[in-house]
């Protein structure tokens, strides 16, 4: 896969906070999505917010002001300021200029306990180790995640044009394979309420921008049980996945290949990489049973 361009959160109004959750793949600013939830008693709106500030930051925005910070998130200054406070103090968070502020590698044991509490992420490098020599492609398994598809494990070859994602990096769902894998498993209704708020964004000319469109091509990965998306996220680039089941038979994650179109065709990963990515997928359904 490769990394999504940056994408603007259009804020919308947000759902009754009387449900108490909010739908699949609505675009809300986190200030909106802390305001949907707040009649909770035993939601915590400080930690919210907390994390919010945390989810602002990545690869391309590692050094942001308040102001920066409040408009991504959709808090106040005050809050903002607060939350980089209280980080600062606890040794996440840090300013050389008091102005512009960043994260301490520190951060990385909050993502780092839930990977390593996950039986995926601890059974699955192994095999995409294997997978990935044989293949001499960069493998990953991610999981869905809203309107996300956030990589859990990878595998990558040593290439000087080589797909290279970190662990916790986040890419658009319905323009990735294993977002699509993942989103065809989903029950009918769950699936229709995804679609109903989901944002067509035409990444390249190969982009589907509409939810008709998305809805044959679902159907479809759900019919041949892997999903091909050709360079739909960015051009040059293409991968192949397929779902990886729990002992419910319920799609939990997928595994996935990706390549540069120029060296690998839509034929050769139908030919030869779908067959090895199936068994390496039921291999980790079974490790999980």
């Known amino acids: 896969m490769a990394r999504a361009s940056s994408r603007k959160l259009a804020e919308k109004k947000p759902p009754d906070s009387s449900l108490g959750e909010i739908p699949p793949g609505v675009a809300l600013l986190p200030a909106a999505q802390i305001s949907a939830l707040s009649g909770d008693p035993n939601f915590m709106t400080s930690l919210a917010r907390g994390l919010a500030v945390i989810q602002a930051y990545s690869h391309a925005k590692a050094l942001l002001t308040i102001s920066q910070l409040s408009t991504a998130t959709g808090l106040s200054r005050?809050?903002?300021?607060?939350?980089?406070?209280?980080?600062?103090?606890?040794?996440?968070?840090?300013?050389?200029?008091?102005?512009?502020?960043?994260?301490?590698?520190?951060?990385?044991?909050?993502?780092?306990?839930?990977?390593?509490?996950?039986?995926?992420?601890?059974?699955?490098?192994?095999?995409?180790?294997?997978?990935?020599?044989?293949?001499?492609?960069?493998?990953?398994?991610?999981?869905?995640?809203?309107?996300?598809?956030?990589?859990?494990?990878?595998?990558?070859?040593?290439?000087?044009?080589?797909?290279?994602?970190?662990?916790?990096?986040?890419?658009?769902?319905?323009?990735?394979?294993?977002?699509?894998?993942?989103?065809?498993?989903?029950?009918?209704?769950?699936?229709?309420?995804?679609?109903?708020?989901?944002?067509?964004?035409?990444?390249?000319?190969?982009?589907?921008?509409?939810?008709?469109?998305?809805?044959?091509?679902?159907?479809?990965?759900?019919?041949?049980?892997?999903?091909?998306?050709?360079?739909?996220?960015?051009?040059?680039?293409?991968?192949?996945?397929?779902?990886?089941h729990n002992t419910d038979g319920k799609a939990i994650a997928a595994l996935n290949v990706g390549a540069h179109a120029q060296r690998v065709s839509v034929q050769d990963m139908l030919s030869k990489f779908l067959l090895q990515l199936q068994a390496a997928a039921q291999e980790l359904s079974m490790l999980l049973k």
């Open 78 to 244: 005050a809050a903002v300021r607060r939350c980089m406070y209280t980080l600062g103090k606890l040794g996440l968070a840090d300013s050389e200029d008091g102005r512009h502020f960043s994260l301490k590698p520190r951060i990385l044991t909050l993502g780092h306990s839930y990977v390593a509490s996950m039986p995926l992420a601890k059974i699955a490098q192994p095999v995409l180790d294997r997978v990935s020599q044989l293949l001499r492609e960069s493998c990953s398994i991610g999981m869905l995640d809203g309107r996300d598809i956030i990589h859990v494990a990878n595998a990558n070859v040593t290439r000087i044009l080589a797909i290279d994602l970190a662990i916790g990096s986040r890419v658009p769902a319905l323009y990735t394979s294993m977002g699509r894998v993942l989103l065809a498993y989903l029950p009918p209704g769950e699936l229709e309420s995804y679609l109903a708020h989901a944002e067509f964004t035409s990444y390249t000319e190969r982009s589907i921008a509409s939810a008709d469109k998305m809805r044959e091509a679902l159907q479809l990965v759900r019919r041949n049980g892997y999903a091909l998306v050709d360079q739909e996220l960015e051009l040059g680039l293409r991968a192949i996945a397929v779902p990886i």
